[in-house]
């Protein structure tokens, strides 16, 4: 892998998109290596959290135009990866995603910042849905923004094609926070902290009622939840959890 960095450190794994003279655009190369890592990440039970983030001054141009030209002649050899499947793959995974956006972010990028669980930002970085501007749409990553963004600011992103800096980016619900780039790590590393001392299964579960519930309705909704509470109550981490909580000391997750 030579488009992808990885770093394995205390439980997190660092993700760095590192095609910087590409601007880190989902290329076939670059999205093949990283549904690799993903791949890999999930399959890792020594990885408690992955944290992606960018080399360079851009996190993520969006699609690799030149790859998707019809002027483009020398086709890679490598096969891309749909970029709907990454983006499934940080939605659906049983492992938290923190997005450490220390870049611009535009088009499929978007995508990218959205299907974090977490995505924090520098300041300086620019957002925003270009792909009017080459005469396409914000198609599939409006499946992961629109959920987040009142209705007539969408609208507005999406026609004008315009960029905005990151703290309008957290205004309009695309992101979580916008710091300064100075504090970014510092910020990260407490949220980090924070996941892990969460129960591994805990966290998974908490990512599954995110994504399951708001597709229900309210009676089912409740029906699936009090079932899904009632095994997490007899589960062995839960049960491990509460022995801690009530004996003052740290569950047996935070010493592994």
Not at 229 to 256: I, T
């Amino acid at each position: 892998m030579n488009l992808v960095r990885t770093e394995l450190d205390d439980g997190v794994l660092t993700v760095t998109l590192c095609d910087e003279e590409n601007r880190n655009a989902l290329s076939a190369e670059l999205t093949s290596e990283l549904a690799q890592t993903l791949d890999e990440a999930e399959d890792n039970p020594e990885i408690r959290v992955i944290v992606l983030t960018n080399s360079g001054r851009v996190f993520c141009a969006g699609a690799d135009l030149s790859e998707r030209s019809s002027r483009k002649k020398n086709k890679s050899p490598t096969k891309p990866v749909d970029p709907v499947e990454i983006f499934s793959r940080f939605k659906k995974s049983s492992k938290p995603y923190i997005g450490k956006i220390s870049g611009h972010c535009v088009a499929g990028g978007m995508g990218i910042a959205a299907a974090m669980d977490i995505s924090i930002a520098i300041e300086e970085a620019k957002f925003g849905f270009t792909e009017v501007r080459v005469g396409v749409a914000p198609a599939m990553i409006s499946v992961l923004c629109l959920p987040k963004m009142r209705p007539a600011e969408a609208s507005e992103a999406f026609l004008r094609g315009n960029r905005f800096l990151a703290p309008e980016a957290v205004r309009m619900g695309l992101i979580n926070a916008a710091v300064p780039a100075d504090e970014i790590d510092s910020v990260i590393q407490e949220i980090v902290s924070d996941i892990k001392a969460g129960g591994p299964e805990a966290i998974s579960a908490a990512k599954q009622l995110i994504l399951q519930v708001p597709q229900m309705q309210v009676d089912e909704a409740f029906n699936w939840t009090s079932e899904f509470s009632a095994k997490l109550f007899k589960s062995e981490e839960a049960q491990e959890g509460m022995r801690a909580y009530l004996d003052k000391r740290p569950p047996s997750w935070m010493n592994e």
